[in-house]
């Protein structure tokens, strides 16, 4: 029998990535002589990746963002934001001690992000967590991402699990939608950095803190999962 599988979204989910995220993005448009965006404005620009992050604060600006230099300010975000990296950049209050605690308990444990593996990987490493995940998948290892549910199919795969074992964690809309295009349950969390409260996207759950990510958590969902379907 497959062990349970939590699958877990990376910036605003298990990583308080943003302090990082704005400040390589504001270093990046100020070469475009943009001003710079705010934390509020982050919601509305994270979630689908650096290139998409950048062409979004150009449409917030009002300022057209010519195709062809979108790769020369994707070079310098990746430059940026690698060479800072971890920064500010720190796990959620009880993430480390629900990853310990879950894979105490005998469960997989998987990371599936938007973040280009080139970003992600070098973070998950640099913040000491790489070997709590059997998997970790970004926007760019398979030729979908989130929403897309071949996105967290392809990342229960590498994993060595099973559908109907698998739950995902996660702050927005991608991973919410991404969840039921897959037919898993989601978590939701309401600290991290979706633009509406994440209660509107009807996750099979939602908690507030790490700590309420119990064993018998996981295991309800799963198992109120398998009776639905």
Request: hydrophobic share 45%; glycine share 6%; net charge negative.
């Amino acid at each position: 029998m497959s062990s349970p599988l939590v699958i877990f979204d990376l910036d605003g989910t298990l990583i308080d990535t943003a302090p990082d995220l704005i400040d390589s993005l504001n270093h990046t448009i100020a070469s475009a002589d943009l001003a710079p965006v705010t934390f509020d404005d982050l919601t509305h620009l994270v979630g689908q990746g650096a290139r998409v992050m950048i062409k979004r604060a150009f449409e917030l600006r009002k300022v057209k963002l010519e195709e062809a230099e979108t790769d020369a300010l994707f070079g310098i975000f990746v430059e940026h934001y690698r060479q800072n990296m971890p920064g500010k950049s720190q796990p959620f209050p009880g993430a480390v001690e629900c990853l310990e605690r879950l894979a105490a308990a005998g469960m997989t444990l998987a990371i599936c992000t938007n973040k280009s593996e080139a970003l992600a990987l070098p973070l998950i490493e640099a913040l000491g967590l790489s070997n709590h995940f059997a998997a970790i998948t970004g926007g760019d290892t398979f030729p979908v991402r989130k929403p897309d549910a071949a996105h967290i199919f392809g990342t229960i795969e590498k994993a060595k699990a099973t559908r109907d074992h698998a739950v995902m964690v996660g702050d927005s809309i991608n991973d919410i939608l991404a969840a039921k295009n897959a037919g898993v349950p989601s978590i939701g969390v309401d600290f991290g950095y979706s633009d509406v409260p994440i209660t509107s996207l009807s996750p099979s759950t939602v908690i507030s803190h790490f700590d309420a990510l119990t064993v018998e958590l996981v295991n309800d969902l799963l198992a109120t999962s398998k009776v639905a379907s």
